[in-house]
């Protein structure tokens, strides 16, 4: 167990919705990351918090958008699904932002049908 | 921008055999990290273990090693005495240390690996 927690596992829903995924850090950690997994496209970064902070912006569309609360727990929030959002979202958390490693989450499968 | 590369789609071994997993990375920076990650088909992503650039010594993990050829910019995974339960996807990943948002980690295509029985 990495001691990252996304809620929900899985998440079937229908073109046009929007979706919030969930999740929390390791104890201590400060920094979250969201990633994308799909088929064709691999491991994408999406974003980076570092303590309540965007730090770093990857392959994040307009539709999709994120936040980091004093807790420090993350939300990515996805609206105007579309098929292609279909794919695993990875949360992962580190103790800084630059030199420790990441550790994931058991990530949300996303089905948009 | 920095790219990992895996050029094995996929890898079979033989229970209790040894294999060896490649990947090479783009970079122009002097420092960074370089990570394999494990992926099973629990889809759960598991750090298996971690280089610095900084350091010549490659590092082991139990049955986990690299060889680390830093002006070659190879950076192979080596898992002795294989077990089933090895059998997964293998991502190398790269990191930079220099801040300003370019310290995320960069992910290869993997490496899908089947332990025969």
């Known amino acids: 167990d990495s001691g990252v927690t996304q809620t929900p596992k899985h998440l079937i829903t229908a073109t046009g919705q929007r979706v919030t995924l969930r999740c929390s850090p390791r104890s201590g950690d400060l920094s979250v990351y969201w990633y994308q997994q799909s088929l064709d496209q691999g491991l994408q970064f999406l974003i980076q918090y570092y303590n309540g902070e965007e730090r770093a912006k990857g392959n994040i569309l307009e539709r999709f958008s994120a936040q980091q609360f004093p807790d420090l727990h993350s939300e990515l929030n996805l609206s105007s699904l579309e098929l292609g959002d279909s794919a695993l979202y990875f949360c992962?958390?580190?103790?800084?932002?630059?030199?420790?490693?990441?550790?994931f989450g058991n990530g949300t499968r996303l089905t948009v049908t | 921008a920095q790219t990992v590369t895996q050029s094995q789609p996929e890898m079979s071994v033989q229970e209790a055999e040894t294999v060896t997993l490649s990947c090479t990375y783009d970079t122009s920076e002097s420092d960074y990290y370089l990570f394999w990650y494990k992926q099973p088909p629990s889809r759960q992503m598991i750090l298996v273990i971690r280089?610095?650039?900084?350091k010549q010594q490659n590092a082991t993990e139990n049955r986990f090693s690299v060889n680390f050829q830093k002006a070659a910019k190879s950076f192979s995974l080596k898992i002795s005495d294989s077990q089933l339960g090895d059998a997964a996807m293998y991502f190398c990943?790269?990191?930079?240390?220099w801040g300003g948002g370019s310290e995320k980690l960069v992910f290869g295509k993997g490496t899908k690996l089947t332990v025969n029985p």
């Open positions: 990943a790269y990191r930079s240390p």
């Open positions: 280089q610095e650039a900084y």
């Open positions: 992962a958390s580190s103790v800084d932002a630059v030199n420790s490693p990441l550790h």
